[in-house]
């Protein structure tokens, strides 16, 4: 009966051993999963930054067509009722209309700024989270591993205590 123990004995320590190898590259490919799910995520972010930019810059040339709109009109009202373009009067409110046109514009573009860096800021930290995750599933690996033969190297020592 002794004779059939240590093979069994043996055998149920490599099954245990398989496993935990198994289990190890588990884990890393889940942390390769993780990192790939995180660059892609942080792609579609860089993506988005960059149509934000193109949406505030469209913004921008609307608010400075309308200044150049309103500017006509006031022209045209200032003419109609027999003044002229070089009227100190007309002249503010032309430079108002402008500078406030060019200030909505401008506020356009940094808002639009704004919402894409905090899209970069969100890939950049999905990137972080990406590789953390592959670093902890990694080193957990090893740990299993680590585990792994020292369970085996605990058997062998138990194995020859009783039969060496």
Known sequence: MAQLAVPLMIASTAMTVAGTMRQASAMEAQGEMQAQQAQFEAAQQDQIAGLERASAQRT????RRRARLIESRAVALAASQG???????????????SAEGEYRARTALFEGEQRAT????????????GRAAKRGASAAAGGKRFSG??????????????YG
């Not at 921008?60 to 608010?63: F, P, R």
């Not at 100190?88 to 409110?93: E, H, L, N, Y």
């Not at 905090?118 to 989270?129: K, M, T």
């Open 60 to 63: 921008a040339e609307e608010e």
């Open 83 to 97: 003044g002229s373009v070089a009227d100190p009067t007309v002249v503010d409110i032309l430079g108002d209309i």
């Open 118 to 129: 905090n899209r970069e800021l969100a890939g950049r930290v999905r990137r972080f989270e």
């Open 149 to 162: 033969i020292a369970t085996a190297i605990g058997q062998g020592s138990s194995l020859f205590e009783k």
